[in-house]
């Protein structure tokens, strides 16, 4: 049996070291390795979103990566995007607009739309629901959750 | 955005307003901790081996293998449940009840689904765990199976349990069956009925199996100590039926079992049977160490509890007025492996919306190879609805009367008696129709080819059950309050907000706890409509228990009898001495000094129901060349009663109407001709995206229920009901063939259309 | 997931040498969002999985207006459609490289993965195909260049051997008057596999009112991506027509031979292939005139 390779990462801004399995994936380090439960498992295979994290300045699945793969990258996760000041606008949207039932898909669904406005501070309704597409919620039916991004749109210009 | 329509006539100071939940910040930062995030000392992973056969005779399984294999430390089978040691006297009229909630959890004899629990492991690692189960040998002899209740009703049908016998109208058959029960109510008499009619429609209609869908897969992790303790972690609606079911089927004292509930990330009625906690607590009663058994995705599609199949007859009779005069309902739900559809449920919702003088409704649970049905959001009612409210839209069509005036000339209200018995009391159908004809959607019209416009309404019961609340004061005028009721959408704070309309306190002064089993008296799940209405009401009592000694040590502290101290809005003062007057916060601080502190506690039991109905709009959009199905708008209107925390109410109300868009364009369980599901991931379970849907506009009716203090009907379960229908009746006149079968794909409308 | 063994090699050299190591038990991972599923799943095994995303000529894309475009096989689709040379002047490649999963997949998903992956439904091969677009493969024995009708060879099989590693696609430079679009059908509108897909190209004369020549190549109804090159070339010299889309339409569907499963039927998915076809003929022929 193949050992444990050694990684060396950054996440969250913070250099981090791991020893993993070649087979865990980047979801199963940050849950299992490194105890950041924060990122959500919802389907082991890419289609649900709810392990979405930023790899190197784009969302990604962290199911569908692995974790020896993380070597010498940057990622965030939903544990980095808050500060030590308060949440993100887009946190604070999501809980003021009741966007969240449930809560488990919440994470997946702050980390994308935050990657979203970063680059697109003005996307509508349509690039909106088009960029969340590979984010499943079966709660609330979307709804609350657009018009939460919009309301983090204003509430990150002002 | 919506316009809710507000009837009750009573202001409140902080119920009806949108609060922050209390458990959001722990949300929105992945700090919340749910049940797959259990971290113990020596926590060891369990995986479980599966049936690849929908129905097969278990022969032999060899476990010597995975118990040898490095890092294995326990292995079970139902061998290992208590059931394998009780004899038929032991368990006497318990028997078969056992036998078949032990044969669900492990496969003892036959594998009657595919994905049936055959064995399962606990090792150091998931990954090894994998590799284990993989080495256990199971001999099979496979059995043809039956996948829908046409084919496990037809009288040479492969036999799921050989010794389940139909319950014939109360009356027990002899000879054994897969039809588990036939019920029936009856109202009237139907010929005569049919007699009145002008027109009379008859229909038939199937519905495909489907899932809850909730993106949190199902876990648990147990710790069975050595001195008989069990402690289990899940995610789960009911800690308490884990509970009890899990000491059921252990045979293990209901009180040397303590479920703690951790956040639960989706459920709609599937996350209440114990799967995977007496597996966890097996593995870990072996292996001495904690166990945590994940479900993947596709084991939850698989060998969780979908939503029944059915088949489905509806023969309506109508005057010329427009006037229901009869009604022949045939409903046959798939029970899945073993009985316990919730065809009774569908039976006594089918006609709720009208005052039906004369109806017959025959309901059958059958058992098919599919895993067992659980409850999914008003359970049975979709289905029934998809079926009664098609009729009445066709006979709409043909009569050409307008769908809202039929269902006005024919609703239900108060002091109608329904087909099962009940009598309605303050009820809000009517109400709803009436929004609904008044609403800017239904008035503009729809233009456009290829575009349909439908309409549907939808009931269920909402009825109460025990829930308990414990609320303790702190010394700053704030109060803990400590309930049983899983949050699975915001119910910490409509329970809360309804503690803090009591207390006559601010809402962020009250503090609510979710707690385990141990730490809280017996409350039901949190499901059917519920919790904010049931938990709620313990909340209003507990909170009422504290006020009242908090008057009590108001009148020791000021040496005055308790009859001259009044509590107003958080205020405690003397009815006739303006000086002494004190508030909450202020005699909290004294209660330490003044004899101890303040804890009232609440158990309750509200008889009696909530009745919540619903009418939807929806305009669409086919395809003609693909027969694709765009949802262009939606409006539900509902009665929720009393809107504790509105935007929680629009919420549910949008998350069961998208669910229903799911259930009726493209969700269903594709099994191929072994029974086998091929569709068990969410690539291929097809659940509507963002970018399938449009905004849902809600429209809450608030006629508040008389059987609640603050008018609380309940919310989540009827929004589900009436979209299967209204969708149906929209495609239907899109493309000018009636859609009698879902999901209502692309496939399917193209083939209704050619 | 069965235990593996994990190597980075840095130049093809290095991969090609990793990957002959094992044999058919090396597996090549680019964005791994299907390697990683069917190992998962057990419906592929291997003991070495080579990433492949450090050597620099999988991981690049470079246009040359007489070249055409030459795409590493590990590029995620994102950096596709991202590119200015390709947005200009390969839409039907956007069109695909932007539909492939959600934008989390297309974060990682390369069309090279798409093209060994060998999935009858993939979505990037028909627009490739359409655009007469050539695999450039190194292995132990050498380089060759394979024309993409003729890599896959069932589902989930190709024709790459033990060693081989898929380096490039080389996609022609677009001839002027010409366009290509690619469509699927699917139920929903995002993350589905194709019930049926199809990739048009066309080149229209300077008039931009007949056509000069087509390509037409299918998707998810067959054991592989087809190439019709009787619907194609039944356009080639004809006006631009409904008539003759017509006729290219009833061709393409001839060729289609799907089977019945989860994701639809015989009937329907043939069905599709003839809206399909006009649908994606009457883009391309748009985007040739410079419409769109």
Same mark, same amino acid.
């Given at each position: 049996?193949?050992?444990? @390779?050694? @990684?060396?990462?950054?996440?969250?801004?913070?250099?981090?070291?791991?020893?993993?399995?070649?087979?865990?994936?980047?979801?199963?380090?940050?849950?299992?390795?490194?105890?950041?439960?924060?990122?959500?498992?919802?389907?082991?295979?890419?289609?649900?979103?709810?392990?979405?994290?930023?790899?190197?300045?784009?969302? @990604?699945?962290?199911?569908?990566?692995?974790?020896?793969?993380?070597?010498?990258?940057?990622?965030?996760?939903?544990?980095?995007?808050?500060?030590?000041?308060?949440?993100?606008?887009?946190?604070?949207?999501?809980?003021?607009?009741?966007?969240?039932?449930?809560?488990?898909?919440?994470?997946?669904?702050? @980390?994308?739309?935050?990657?979203?406005?970063?680059?697109?501070?003005?996307?509508?309704?349509?690039?909106?629901?088009?960029?969340?597409?590979?984010?499943?919620?079966?709660?609330?039916?979307?709804?609350?959750?657009?018009?939460?991004?919009?309301?983090?749109?204003?509430?990150?210009?002002? | 955005?919506?316009?809710?329509?507000?009837?009750?006539?009573?202001?409140?100071?902080?119920?009806?307003?949108?609060?922050?939940?209390?458990?959001?910040?722990?949300?929105?930062?992945?700090?919340?901790?749910?049940?797959?995030?259990?971290?113990?000392?020596?926590?060891?992973?369990?995986?479980?081996?599966?049936?690849?056969?929908?129905?097969?005779?278990?022969?032999?399984?060899?476990?010597?293998?995975?118990?040898?294999?490095?890092?294995?430390?326990?292995?079970?089978?139902?061998?290992?449940?208590?059931?394998?040691?009780?004899?038929?006297?032991?368990?006497?009229?318990?028997?078969?009840?056992?036998?078949?909630?032990?044969?669900?959890?492990?496969?003892?004899?036959?594998?009657?689904?595919?994905?049936?629990?055959?064995?399962?492991?606990?090792?150091?690692?998931?990954?090894?765990?994998?590799?284990?189960?993989?080495?256990?040998?199971?001999?099979?002899?496979?059995?043809?199976?039956?996948?829908?209740?046409?084919?496990?009703?037809?009288?040479?049908?492969?036999?799921?349990?050989?010794?389940?016998?139909?319950?014939?109208?109360?009356?027990?058959?002899?000879?054994?069956?897969?039809?588990?029960?036939?019920?029936?109510?009856?109202?009237?008499?139907?010929?005569?009925?049919?007699?009145?009619?002008?027109?009379?429609?008859?229909?038939?209609?199937?519905?495909?199996?489907?899932?809850?869908?909730?993106?949190?897969?199902?876990?648990?992790?147990?710790?069975?100590?050595?001195?008989?303790?069990?402690?289990?972690?899940?995610?789960?609606?009911?800690?308490?039926?884990?509970?009890?079911?899990?000491?059921?089927?252990?045979?293990?004292?209901?009180?040397?079992?303590?479920?703690?509930?951790?956040?639960?990330?989706?459920?709609?009625?599937?996350?209440?049977?114990?799967?995977?906690?007496?597996?966890?607590?097996?593995?870990?009663?072996?292996?001495?160490?904690?166990?945590?058994?994940?479900?993947?995705?596709?084991?939850?599609?698989?060998?969780?509890?979908?939503?029944?199949?059915?088949?489905?007859?509806?023969?309506? %009779?109508?005057?010329?007025?427009?006037?229901?005069?009869?009604?022949?309902?045939?409903?046959?739900?798939?029970?899945?492996?073993?009985?316990?559809?919730?065809?009774?449920?569908?039976?006594?919702?089918?006609?709720?919306?009208?005052?039906?003088?004369?109806?017959?409704?025959?309901?059958?649970?059958?058992?098919?190879?599919?895993?067992?049905?659980?409850?999914?959001?008003?359970?049975?009612?979709?289905?029934?609805?998809?079926?009664?409210?098609?009729?009445?839209?066709?006979?709409?069509?043909?009569?050409?009367?307008?769908?809202?005036?039929?269902?006005?000339?024919?609703?239900?209200?108060?002091?109608?008696?329904? $087909?099962?018995?009940?009598?309605?009391?303050?009820?809000?159908?009517?109400?709803?129709?009436?929004?609904?004809?008044?609403?800017?959607?239904?008035?503009?019209?729809?233009?456009?080819?290829?575009?349909?416009?439908?309409?549907?309404?939808?009931?269920?019961?909402?009825?109460?059950?025990?829930?308990?609340?414990?609320?303790?004061?702190?010394?700053?005028?704030?109060?803990?309050?400590?309930?049983?009721?899983?949050?699975?959408? %915001?119910?910490?704070?409509?329970?809360?907000?309804?503690?803090?309309?009591?207390?006559?306190?601010? #809402?962020?002064?009250?503090?609510?706890?979710?707690?385990?089993?141990?730490?809280?008296? #017996?409350?039901?799940?949190?499901?059917?409509?519920?919790?904010?209405?049931?938990?709620?009401?313990?909340?209003?009592?507990?909170?009422?228990?504290?006020?009242?000694?908090?008057?009590?040590?108001?009148?020791?502290?000021?040496?005055?009898?308790?009859?001259?101290?009044?509590?107003?809005?958080?205020?405690?003062?003397?009815?006739?001495?303006?000086?002494?007057?004190?508030?909450?916060?202020?005699?909290?601080?004294?209660?330490?000094?003044?004899?101890?502190?303040?804890?009232?506690?609440?158990?309750?039991?509200?008889?009696?129901?909530?009745?919540?109905? %619903?009418?939807?709009?929806?305009?669409?959009?086919?395809?003609?060349?693909? %027969?694709?199905?765009?949802?262009?708008?939606?409006?539900?209107?509902?009665?929720?009663?009393?809107?504790?925390?509105?935007?929680?109410?629009?919420?549910?109300?949008?998350?069961?109407?998208?669910?229903?868009?799911?259930?009726?364009?493209?969700?269903?369980?594709?099994?191929?001709?072994?029974?086998?599901?091929?569709?068990?991931?969410?690539?291929?379970?097809?659940?509507?995206?963002?970018?399938?849907?449009?905004?849902?506009?809600?429209?809450?009716?608030?006629?508040?229920?008389?059987?609640?203090?603050?008018?609380?009907?309940?919310?989540?379960?009827?929004?589900?009901?009436?979209?299967?229908?209204?969708?149906?009746?929209?495609?239907?006149?899109? $493309?000018?063939?009636?859609?009698?079968?879902?999901?209502?794909?692309?496939?399917?409308?193209?083939?209704?259309?050619? | 997931?069965?235990?593996?063994?994990?190597?980075?090699? &840095?130049?093809?050299?290095?991969?090609?040498?990793?990957?002959?190591? &094992?044999?058919?038990?090396?597996?090549?991972?680019?964005?791994?969002?299907?390697?990683?599923?069917?190992?998962?799943?057990?419906?592929?095994?291997?003991?070495?999985?080579? !990433?492949? &995303?450090?050597?620099?000529?999988?991981?690049?894309?470079?246009?040359?207006?007489?070249?055409?475009?030459?795409?590493?096989?590990?590029?995620?689709?994102?950096?596709?459609?991202?590119?200015?040379?390709?947005?200009?002047?390969?839409p039907g490649?956007?069109?695909?490289?932007?539909?492939? *999963?959600?934008?989390?997949?297309?974060?990682?998903?390369?069309?090279? *993965?798409?093209?060994?992956?060998?999935?009858?439904?993939?979505?990037?091969?028909?627009?490739?195909?359409a655009?007469?677009?050539?695999?450039?493969?190194?292995?132990?024995?050498?380089?060759?260049?394979?024309?993409?009708? !003729?890599?896959?060879?069932?589902?989930?099989?190709?024709?790459?051997?033990?060693?081989?590693?898929?380096?490039?696609?080389?996609?022609?430079?677009p001839p002027a008057n010409s366009g290509a679009s690619?469509?699927?059908?699917?139920?929903?509108?995002?993350? !589905?596999?194709?019930?049926?897909?199809?990739?048009s190209a066309v080149v229209l004369d300077g008039s931009g009112q007949n056509f000069v020549s087509a390509r037409i190549?299918?998707?998810?109804?067959?054991?592989?991506?087809?190439?019709?090159?009787?619907?194609g070339?039944s356009l080639a010299g004809k006006a631009v027509s409904?008539?003759a889309i017509?006729?290219a339409?009833?061709?393409?569907?001839?060729?289609? &031979?799907?089977?019945? !499963?989860?994701?639809?039927?015989?009937?329907?998915?043939?069905?599709?292939?003839?809206?399909?076809?006009?649908?994606t003929l009457n883009i391309a022929i748009q985007r040739a005139r410079g419409e769109e």
């Amino acid at each position: 049996m193949p050992g444990l @390779v050694h @990684v060396s990462t950054t996440i969250n801004g913070n250099p981090t070291d791991f020893l993993c399995e070649p087979r865990q994936s980047l979801l199963e380090v940050l849950r299992d390795v490194l105890g950041m439960t924060g990122t959500k498992e919802g389907c082991n295979d890419g289609n649900c979103g709810a392990c979405t994290v930023m790899f190197d300045g784009r969302i @990604v699945t962290s199911c569908l990566v692995l974790g020896v793969e993380a070597q010498g990258k940057e990622i965030t996760t939903i544990e980095g995007v808050a500060s030590p000041e308060g949440l993100h606008p887009v946190q604070q949207a999501f809980l003021e607009n009741a966007a969240l039932q449930c809560g488990i898909c919440t994470p997946g669904f702050i @980390v994308a739309t935050k990657a979203l406005l970063d680059r697109e501070p003005d996307a509508d309704e349509g690039r909106i629901r088009h960029w969340l597409a590979g984010n499943l919620c079966r709660c609330t039916g979307y709804d609350k959750i657009v018009r939460a991004v919009l309301d983090a749109e204003e509430k990150m210009k002002a | 955005m919506a316009s809710n329509i507000v009837l009750s006539e009573v202001e409140y100071n902080v119920v009806g307003k949108r609060h922050l939940r209390p458990d959001g910040v722990d949300k929105v930062t992945g700090r919340a901790q749910y049940g797959a995030d259990v971290q113990l000392t020596g926590l060891l992973q369990g995986k479980v081996l599966r049936s690849p056969h929908a129905h097969a005779r278990i022969k032999s399984i060899d476990t010597s293998a995975a118990e040898a294999y490095p890092g294995v430390h326990a292995v079970v089978t139902a061998a290992d449940l208590s059931f394998a040691s009780l004899s038929r006297e032991q368990l006497g009229g318990d028997y078969q009840r056992v036998k078949f909630a032990s044969n669900h959890v492990l496969a003892s004899e036959k594998a009657l689904f595919k994905g049936h629990p055959i064995a399962a492991v606990a090792a150091e690692s998931q990954h090894v765990a994998e590799e284990a189960v993989k080495l256990i040998k199971v001999e099979y002899e496979v059995l043809p199976p039956a996948m829908t209740v046409r084919q496990a009703m037809e009288p040479n049908a492969s036999l799921l349990h050989e010794d389940l016998f139909t319950s014939e109208l109360g009356e027990l058959s002899d000879k054994p069956s897969n039809v588990a029960s036939h019920m029936a109510f009856e109202t009237g008499d139907l010929e005569q009925g049919v007699q009145q009619a002008d027109v009379v429609l008859e229909r038939e209609f199937e519905t495909a199996s489907v899932h809850q869908g909730y993106i949190e897969p199902h876990n648990s992790t147990a710790f069975w100590n050595t001195d008989g303790q069990l402690n289990i972690w899940c995610s789960t609606q009911g800690p308490f039926v884990v509970r009890t079911s899990v000491a059921d089927i252990l045979r293990h004292p209901v009180s040397r079992v303590k479920v703690t509930p951790m956040e639960i990330g989706g459920g709609f009625g599937g996350k209440i049977t114990a799967y995977l906690e007496p597996i966890a607590a097996l593995l870990s009663r072996k292996s001495g160490r904690p166990v945590k058994v994940l479900m993947s995705r596709t084991e939850v599609f698989e060998a969780s509890g979908p939503a029944p199949g059915t088949w489905m007859k509806v023969k309506l %009779g109508v005057t010329n007025e427009g006037k229901i005069t009869a009604a022949d309902i045939f409903l046959a739900f798939e029970a899945g492996a073993f009985p316990g559809s919730p065809v009774m449920q569908g039976a006594a919702c089918a006609l709720a919306c009208y005052d039906v003088p004369n109806a017959r409704i025959n309901g059958y649970d059958v058992v098919v190879n599919k895993p067992k049905t659980a409850a999914y959001r008003a359970p049975g009612s979709p289905q029934a609805a998809f079926a009664v409210e098609s009729v009445i839209d066709e006979i709409c069509e043909q009569m050409g009367m307008d769908p809202v005036e039929f269902r006005l000339r024919n609703a239900s209200r108060e002091g109608v008696r329904r $087909v099962e018995g009940p009598v309605f009391r303050r009820i809000g159908l009517v109400e709803c129709l009436e929004a609904v004809r008044n609403h800017d959607h239904y008035k503009a019209p729809l233009e456009g080819p290829n575009r349909g416009r439908g309409v549907a309404a939808g009931f269920w019961f909402n009825r109460g059950f025990q829930s308990a609340v414990n609320i303790s004061v702190n010394p700053d005028g704030t109060v803990n309050l400590i309930e049983g009721s899983v949050d699975i959408g %915001g119910s910490r704070a409509s329970i809360a907000q309804q503690a803090a309309e009591t207390l006559g306190i601010a #809402y962020e002064d009250v503090k609510p706890t979710v707690v385990d089993t141990d730490s809280i008296g #017996y409350t039901m799940v949190t499901g059917g409509s519920r919790t904010t209405f049931a938990t709620g009401w313990a909340a209003i009592e507990a909170a009422e228990d504290v006020k009242t000694q908090m008057v009590e040590r108001a009148a020791r502290i000021w040496d005055t009898p308790i009859e001259d101290v009044q509590y107003i809005d958080g205020v405690l003062s003397h009815k006739s001495d303006p000086e002494l007057r004190m508030t909450f916060r202020e005699l909290a601080r004294q209660l330490l000094g003044t004899g101890g502190g303040i804890t009232g506690a609440s158990n309750v039991d509200p008889s009696g129901e909530g009745n919540g109905f %619903g009418v939807h709009i929806v305009d669409v959009e086919v395809d003609p060349d693909t %027969g694709k199905t765009t949802i262009l708008r939606y409006t539900a209107v509902q009665d929720a009663g009393k809107a504790i925390h509105p935007s929680y109410v629009e919420g549910q109300m949008q998350g069961g109407v998208v669910q229903g868009i799911g259930w009726a364009l493209n969700e269903e369980y594709f099994f191929n001709d072994q029974g086998q599901m091929m569709n068990s991931s969410f690539l291929d379970y097809r659940m509507p995206t963002a970018l399938d849907l449009p905004m849902i506009d809600t429209v809450i009716v608030e006629v508040a229920n008389p059987g609640h203090p603050y008018g609380v009907r309940g919310v989540g379960e009827v929004p589900i009901v009436p979209p299967l229908a209204a969708i149906g009746s929209a495609i239907s006149h899109a $493309v000018g063939q009636r859609i009698d079968r879902l999901p209502a794909n692309p496939g399917a409308v193209l083939e209704a259309m050619s | 997931m069965e235990a593996v063994e994990f190597t980075t090699p &840095k130049t093809i050299d290095e991969a090609v040498q990793a990957m002959a190591s &094992k044999g058919d038990r090396a597996r090549a991972l680019a964005g791994g969002t299907d390697l990683l599923v069917q190992l998962r799943g057990g419906r592929r095994s291997a003991d070495l999985v080579v !990433d492949l &995303k450090d050597v620099p000529e999988l991981n690049e894309i470079s246009y040359n207006a007489s070249s055409g475009l030459t795409i590493g096989a590990a590029t995620p689709c994102y950096r596709l459609y991202a590119d200015a040379n390709v947005a200009a002047n390969y839409p039907g490649l956007v069109d695909s490289a932007s539909l492939i *999963g959600s934008i989390q997949i297309q974060g990682r998903a390369s069309l090279g *993965g798409n093209l060994c992956n060998s999935a009858p439904s993939a979505d990037a091969i028909p627009p490739m195909i359409a655009l007469g677009s050539v695999a450039n493969v190194v292995g132990p024995n050498g380089s060759r260049q394979i024309p993409v009708e !003729d890599f896959c060879t069932g589902p989930g099989r190709n024709v790459l051997e033990p060693g081989e590693i898929l380096v490039s696609i080389n996609v022609p430079a677009p001839p002027a008057n010409s366009g290509a679009s690619y469509l699927r059908f699917i139920p929903r509108n995002e993350m !589905d596999i194709a019930v049926a897909g199809v990739g048009s190209a066309v080149v229209l004369d300077g008039s931009g009112q007949n056509f000069v020549s087509a390509r037409i190549s299918l998707a998810s109804v067959a054991p592989t991506p087809v190439f019709c090159k009787a619907a194609g070339d039944s356009l080639a010299g004809k006006a631009v027509s409904d008539e003759a889309i017509e006729e290219a339409a009833r061709l393409a569907m001839e060729d289609a &031979k799907p089977i019945t !499963d989860m994701r639809g039927t015989i009937r329907q998915r043939i069905h599709l292939v003839g809206v399909l076809t006009r649908r994606t003929l009457n883009i391309a022929i748009q985007r040739a005139r410079g419409e769109e």
